[in-house]
Nanobody, 125 residues
Framework: VQLQASGGGLVQPGGSLRLSCTSS????????IGWFRQVAGKEREFVAY????????YYADSVKGRFTISRDNAKKTVYLQMSNLSPEDTAIYYC???????????????????WGQGTLVTVSS
């Protein structure tokens, strides 16, 4: 499945953005979805996860309470709503999919089979 992440941009500290993850091949409802981010020179970092049925969501401690992952199956889209953004959230954000990820391994980027191209989020005044 080919993924597309969109919605990035420049936002001031304390602001909000909503990222979208879509698939050109149709629904994402069969897939576990993860959001990751990466800063140049650093490893890809887990941000958030949504189980294929929407039944489980998990967040990195650094974004808990500020970010929300959600699904709109009718629109075939998975969202990452980000609020109270700080400069430390600046990164390229990627969505990733896999048919099933063991819950204990959802933070392991290597286990996701499908990736989007990434969307840049810059938090700066």
């Amino acid at each position: 499945v080919q993924l597309q992440a969109s919605g990035g941009g420049l936002v001031q500290p304390g602001g909000s953005l909503r990222l979208s993850c879509t698939s050109s091949e149709g629904t994402l409802s069969r897939y576990d979805i993860g959001w990751f981010r990466q800063v140049a020179g650093k490893e890809r970092e887990f941000v958030a996860y949504s189980r294929w049925n929407g039944g489980n969501t998990y967040y990195a401690d650094s974004v808990k309470g500020r970010f929300t992952i959600s699904r709109d199956n009718a629109k075939k889209t998975v969202y990452l709503q980000m609020s109270n953004l700080s400069p430390e959230d600046t990164a390229i954000y990627y969505c990733a999919a896999d048919s099933r990820i063991i819950l204990s391994q959802i933070q392991n980027a290597r286990l996701y089979d499908f990736w989007g191209q990434g969307t840049l989020v810059t938090v700066s005044s």
